[in-house]
């Protein structure tokens, strides 16, 4: 700050004089005259002037001057701005700002500036900007403003501040104006610690910085307590909304596992199938959605937004197909024998990524995201993507859906049947084999749902199942075999403490430790978070 | 006295096996070192560094088939106790490097020089010494398998849930030694060796003794097996992989048996991996992968699980097939081994020998049939 302190001196000049220049209200043709005549000294006060008249071409006129565009054409005398375009300028009316053809370089004139007039400009552009009728334009020099604490703004922040009407602009220059109370030195007590309050309030990791300096900085005891208190309230609350973003991450990572553990906890969960090539489901998901998006990319771009609706029927029946195939021709010779499905389905995944390896090749596929899954917005001070957020809807929505086949529909109640007691329901007529075989379709094609999720935030590569299949194990095995909403809590616990390992233990160790956790909480509850109770069990 | 009562645990069968192996492990060497290279018999380096390796593998699957074949725990996490004791060797061999290392650093091996570490970590110490490095061999896998057995068969985690268990321990610990931080060597791990108790691990000598004694651990494993499989205890071990409640309420106590059995299958799977790893130069996490463990059980399969003879079979002629396809048809391995899989479980749950087992008894059968 202290070797700033020569330049701020000439800025307050120059602020000051900007308001005495309001008074004079000249109209924008005369200020401009004066600006692209006579000499730099004048040319100082022409800018102060211009930037004083609150007009709305002040600030481009003026940008384009400290960037060495505002010309004046030499055949006619009128200010122009020009941009390059090819070998000629192309040309605005500056007081217009309408258009006005083009020219070559050696039909014009530059107004010329040095870097004592850049000085001058940048700081007459930063208070033209408050008072911009523009409300963007106004708002972004708050909080630019904000950041830099000049406090030779204060005198045009006052002004601009009593003119505001819009109360999130207000508020935004209170806190710019308390900003910058804080950074001068000479402020008295009593604003500087109204600004603290302002400060406290606003609550982020910006005013924290403003109020550690002023606390180190502060002369007078009063303030500087005020100061350190703000700050460690603005520590708590950081330290709560921090928190918050983790849970949101947990919660977003725990969907992903959710989705790739539903299909799961139906074949392994009602089931007792120990299908190790579930995750390759989850591939042939990815890679339907892959697929789908290439055949739009060559003959209907147009659809491209809706892709995934697309792809999700598409790979329901893919994965829930080659599942049925499956259960048909191998799985149903191994029902009792856990083991050697075990075995069995783990060979089948190799041969299915060796499959999708030959075929599409084993680099990464490149999914797109649609234009609604991509961006993201601020909720407080979460910082939330819209593709994460819809894969925390989407998760939720297959659970729901899930829960409703298996409660609501005939083949939830023979699924149900089967599962509680085969040879009674075999007795009372419901075809076991077959019930055997849409159970089994109906995790895979959940499973190859959750693939066209993936794809959104996970290469799409023949290795991608297999990345998932311990992770879903867990999970189901975590939640309670044979209990979908365990498998639920399983997946969003799992999620959130992985995520609120991260920062002290690192990625990977945060997931070791997650690892370790499991396999000791196996140990201590062997059927999981909400074992089913019963004979069943056994 | 103790090895006639091994050597009498044993069947005629498996005596001519054993000795079989031995003779393998002393004949090929000897075909390596005294013939001419020009003399047909002769058998080149390269070829004695691929047995040796499936000799190791071979051990690795008996192993796997003490615990699943005769006591029906279906570990996959062998891979981890086998990598443990080559990490336990590997560490005793980047000692040995010295200062022959690229930065020349006397005591720090070169990865810990270029992650600026000042001093040797703890747990280094000690593997300088030779004796050392064997016991932890042995010691490093057995205590880990105690640990976990002892919370798993105490709390009767049985099946697919300690199958589960093992294979996310085996994956806990390959995200584990991948890191740097762990200071055994990241994802590049241990290599770089130069000797093994003062010989070149480059030597065709050094190599023909360890070719020799990885057919003697073999023989020593398939005699040791064999007289707890032969014995009481054995017995009650096949009780308790076929009815382990009922046992239970007879009063055994099954956890015991089973920890037993766990804890020498893991040591005998630490010293697999201590012989493989000086004849192959190189020890890396990924061999904690997930699959190289299942792929230890699909040996088991192949040979016939349950039989001691089976898992060695298993091992070599699986291994000799990747081997042959990798080189000739490198996209068909995943299939092969995938249809192996699946072939394997849904036609021959009793593998190799149990096929031959079969015919053998339907020929029998055919033959008592004939005079009548």
């Not at chain 1, 900003?179 to 309030?201: C, E, F, N, S, Y």
């Not at chain 1, 849409?438 to 290795?463: E, H, K, R, W």
């Not at chain 2, 308790?240 to 099954?254: I, N, P, T």
């Not at chain 2, 995943?334 to 031959?356: C, N």
Request: glycine letters at 10%; a positive charge.
């Amino acid at each position: 700050m202290q070797s700033l302190r020569p330049f701020s001196v000439l800025l307050s000049v120059v602020a000051s004089l900007a308001l005495a220049g309001a008074a004079l209200a000249a109209d924008l043709a005369t200020l401009v005259g004066n600006l692209t005549s006579g000499g730099l000294s004048e040319r100082e006060a022409a800018i102060t002037a211009l930037a004083a008249s609150g007009e709305e071409r002040a600030a481009p006129i003026l940008e384009a001057l400290a960037a060495g565009q505002l010309y004046v054409r030499t055949s006619d005398k009128v200010a122009v701005i020009g941009k390059a375009d090819g070998n000629r300028l192309a040309l605005v009316d500056a007081i217009s700002g309408s258009p006005a053809g083009n020219a070559v370089e050696a039909d014009l004139e530059r107004v010329r500036v040095n870097n004592r007039l850049r000085g001058t400009i940048e700081a007459a552009v930063g208070s033209l900007t408050l008072m911009s009728p523009n409300a963007k334009v106004r708002l972004s020099a708050a909080e630019s403003l904000f950041k830099r604490r000049d406090p030779a703004a204060l005198p045009a922040l006052d002004q601009a501040l009593a003119a505001e009407k819009d109360p999130r602009i207000k508020r935004a220059m209170t806190e710019a104006r308390a900003a910058v109370v804080l950074a001068t030195a000479d402020a008295p007590a009593a604003q500087k610690l109204a600004a603290i309050g302002v400060l406290r309030d606003r609550a982020d990791r910006d005013s924290l910085g403003v109020l550690n300096a002023a606390a180190s900085a502060a002369s007078d005891a009063e303030v500087k307590a005020a100061a350190l208190a703000a700050a460690g309230s603005i520590e708590q609350t950081l330290a709560a909304w921090q928190m918050a973003q983790n849970v949101w991450y947990g919660i977003s990572l725990g969907s992903v596992l959710l989705l790739a553990a539903i299909g799961l906890a139906i074949t392994f969960g009602t089931m007792g199938v120990i299908n190790m090539a579930h995750g390759e489901m989850v591939m042939l998901g990815a890679y339907t959605t892959f697929v789908v998006q290439e055949v739009i990319r060559t003959s209907a771009p147009h659809l491209f937004d809706v892709s995934l609706a697309i792809a999700l029927p598409l790979a329901f029946v893919v994965s829930g197909a080659i599942g049925i195939l499956i259960e048909r021709t191998i799985i149903r010779f191994l029902y009792g024998r856990p083991l050697d499905t075990l075995l069995a389905t783990w060979g089948l995944s190799l041969v299915l990524q060796q499959a999708v390896r030959s075929i599409f090749g084993s680099s990464n596929r490149e999914v797109g995201a649609p234009s609604w899954m991509s961006g993201a917005f601020q909720l407080g001070q979460l910082n939330i993507t819209y593709g994460r957020l819809w894969i925390v809807v989407f998760s939720l929505v297959v659970f729901a859906a899930l829960i409703l086949i298996l409660r609501k529909t005939p083949l939830g109640l023979y699924m149900r049947a089967v599962t509680q007691n085969r040879p009674m329901a075999s007795a009372v007529g419901i075809r076991t084999p077959r019930v055997d075989a849409l159970t089994f379709g109906l995790g895979s094609g959940i499973a190859g749902l959750a693939g066209v999720a993936l794809s959104q935030i996970d290469n799409v590569s023949p290795n991608l199942g297999q990345g998932y299949i311990i992770d879903s194990f867990m999970v189901v095995v975590f939640g309670g075999v044979g209990n979908l909403f365990g498998t639920l809590i399983g997946a969003l616990t799992l999620g959130v403490v992985n995520k609120f390992l991260e920062p002290y233990a690192g990625a990977v160790l945060g997931k070791i430790l997650v690892l370790v956790f499991i396999i000791m909480f196996i140990q201590r509850r062997p059927r999981g978070l909400f074992a089913l109770k019963g004979r069943s069990v056994e | 006295m103790i090895t006639r009562f091994l050597w009498q645990g044993m069947d005629r069968n498996l005596r001519l096996f054993v000795l079989l192996i031995l003779a393998v492990g002393i004949s090929l060497p000897l075909a390596n070192l005294i013939l001419a290279a020009t003399n047909p018999a002769h058998v080149p380096s390269w070829v004695l560094q691929l047995v040796g390796k499936y000799l190791c593998y071979a051990l690795l699957a008996l192993a796997v088939d003490l615990v699943w074949g005769f006591c029906g725990i279906l570990s996959l996490g062998h891979g981890a106790f086998f990598a443990l004791g080559g990490y336990c060797m590997g560490m005793y061999l980047m000692r040995q490097i010295g200062s022959r290392g690229v930065y020349g650093n006397p005591i720090l091996p070169d990865f810990m020089v270029f992650l600026n570490y000042k001093e040797l970590p703890w747990f280094w110490h000690g593997f300088n010494h030779f004796w050392f490095a064997a016991i932890m061999v042995v010691l490093v896998p057995s205590v880990l398998a105690f640990a976990l057995g002892w919370f798993a068969f105490r709390s009767r985690v049985t099946g697919v849930y300690l199958s589960i268990i093992t294979q996310a321990m085996t994956f806990a610990l390959m995200l584990a030694f991948f890191r740097n931080d762990m200071g055994l060597g990241g994802n590049n791990g241990l290599t770089d060796f130069k000797d093994i108790l003062g010989y070149s691990v480059q030597a065709d000598g050094t190599r023909a003794a360890l070719f020799f004694a990885s057919s003697v651990a073999l023989a020593l494993g398939l005699i040791i097996s064999a007289a707890v499989v032969g014995s009481r205890f054995g017995k009650a071990l096949t009780a308790v992989r076929d009815a382990e409640s009922r046992m239970r309420f007879l009063g055994y106590r099954v956890e015991g048996f089973k920890l037993f059995v766990f804890v020498l299958s893991a040591a005998m799977a630490g010293v697999a991996g201590a012989l493989y790893v000086p004849q192959i130069g190189i020890i890396n996490p990924g061999e904690f992968a997930p699959g190289n463990s299942i792929e230890a059980v699909l040996w088991v399969a192949v040979g016939g699980r349950g039989t001691l003879i089976g898992p060695i079979i298993g091992a070599v002629l699986v291994n000799f097939g990747k081997t042959w396809l990798t080189g000739a048809l490198p996209e068909v391995w995943l299939f092969a081994l995938g249809a192996l899989f699946i072939v394997v479980t849904l036609l021959l749950p009793k593998g190799i020998v149990g096929l031959w087992g079969q015919m053998k008894s339907r020929s029998q059968s055919r033959k008592a049939r004939a005079p009548a």
